[in-house]
Structures are given as structure tokens and as C-alpha cells.
């Protein structure tokens, strides 16, 4: 694993979910409790998400990633708008958004949130933990896209899909993990940026601590090495390695 650290991280958001089998005993003192314990930790800002909708992981050669429903879930914010956990009677997520503090500072506020939603939901298993980190790589006129991604059109060959703004592809490890990277346009007006997508997948994760430690190191381990490969030497340099 590349353990490079950057002074300026273009990561703009991360976040871990783990989604469970429908759990019939969740209810609205479900979602007060978890407010009341997140509160406890500094995340005072609750927000009640409505019904919407989530990208479904799917597992196996050719299958790509399908839009559907999800149920109503409580968001519980920092005060400062730069983290939250997220509840619901099928998952729990944990975010954190720019500036990112690094792997060091992200990690325990996923343990600590699955903590305190263990306490209420009790899980028994898991259907699938995600991993997704966002990165905005910005250019201009003099600097395009291609002096900082290496994983872009026209470059990529092994791409599944391209086109003249954006490549997608993903890898299925032996385990059965699989790794999605993407790029695309920012579609903000007047923005000149690549998002660049990495989305690491695990089916059925264990739960006991012990392993789910390890499968988050795993996770977060080839969402870096995926980055790294990612980006050109030039891209490091603006990030300033510490």
C-alpha cells in the first residue's frame, strides 16, 4: 500500500456503508435513540432524509451498478458540517467531507458510529460494505485533464466504457471484492474538474470488530493503491507529499 500523505488531498467526500437485511424491530424510537446517542458525540445537527434513492453494488463479470429505493434515514452532522453518520433500519454510513483529515481521523469516526448504532439496531449480518471516496481533480486551459489523470480518455485501453468525457472499469478480486473506478466531468457551471469515483465493494462482511476492522483496512488499502495509479506524477506534485 502506498502510505503517502498529501498536504492538499482533492477528496471532497468519503463515506462507508454497510447494509443489512430489513430489520422489522427499527421504528421512530429507533431514530430518536440514535440522535440522542449521536448528540452525545458532538453530532447535534439531525436532518430526517426522506425516501430516495442509492446505487446497488452489483457482483460479477458484465454486471454494472443499478439505481434503487431507499427507505427514510436520520443524519446526524458535526457542527461544522464536515461529518455525519447516517441511520436507517437497512444501513448505516458514515461521511466525512472536505477538508479531509486523512485515513487516521476517518477511521475511528466509522467505528465509533457503528458502535452507537449497534447499540440500538443490533445487526446479526451484513449484505454488503462500501467504500467510496470522490476526488475532484481541477485544470485549466494551460493544464488539461491529462497532465493529472492517467486514468482518462484517450488514454485508457483496458477501459469497459468510454467516452470523450469520462471511463469506467472494474476489477473482481478472488474473494469476490470487487473495485470500481470512474471518471467524469464536473457538471457545475463554469467548473474545469474531473471527478475521479473509487468504489470498493465487499459482500457479506463479517461484523465482530476484529474483522470488521480488517476488511476496512483492506477496503481503504485498494482505494488508495486505485487512486495512486490513477494520477500522474504532476497531480502529486500540486498535492504536496508530507
Known amino acids: 500500500m502506498n502510505k503517502t500523505k498529501y498536504k492538499h488531498p482533492v477528496l471532497v467526500e468519503a463515506v462507508l456503508e454497510l447494509r443489512f437485511p430489513s430489520n422489522n424491530k427499527w421504528g421512530m424510537s429507533s431514530f430518536i435513540k440514535f440522535a440522542n446517542l449521536a ?12 425516501d430516495g434513492f442509492q446505487v446497488n453494488f452489483a457482483f460479477g463479470e458484465g454486471k454494472q451498478p443499478e439505481m434503487q429505493p431507499v427507505s427514510r434515514r436520520i443524519q446526524t452532522w458535526n457542527k461544522e458540517k464536515t461529518r455525519l453518520w447516517q441511520a436507517s433500519p437497512e444501513l448505516f454510513a458514515a461521511n466525512v467531507r472536505e477538508p479531509y483529515q486523512g485515513w487516521e481521523k476517518f477511521r475511528p469516526h466509522i467505528l465509533k458510529g457503528f458502535e452507537l448504532y449497534s447499540k440500538i439496531a443490533q445487526p446479526k449480518k451484513a449484505e454488503i460494505l462500501s467504500i467510496n471516496y470522490v476526488n475532484k481533480i ?14 482518462f480518455p484517450p488514454t485508457v485501453d483496458y477501459a469497459e466504457n468510454t467516452n470523450n468525457s469520462g471511463c469506467f472499469t472494474q476489477q473482481t478480486f478472488k474473494s469476490g ?14 467548473a ?14 463479517r461484523l465482530e470488530l476484529n474483522n470488521l476492522k480488517e476488511t476496512i483496512e483492506r477496503a481503504h488499502t485498494r482505494v488508495i493503491d486505485a487512486f495512486e495509479k490513477s494520477i500522474t506524477s504532476k497531480q502529486r506534485e500540486r498535492m504536496e507529499a508530507i
Open 138 to 151: 481541477e485544470f485549466d486551459d494551460d493544464n488539461p485533464p491529462l497532465d493529472y489523470l492517467v486514468f
Open 192 to 205: 474545469m474538474a474531473i471527478m475521479l469515483n473509487i468504489l470498493y465493494t465487499a459482500k457479506s462482511p
Open 39 to 50: 448528540s452525545d458525540e458532538g453530532f447535534t445537527e439531525v436532518v430526517d432524509a426522506p
Open 177 to 190: 471484492d470487487t473495485i470500481t473506478v470512474s471518471t467524469g466531468r464536473d457538471l457545475t457551471p463554469n
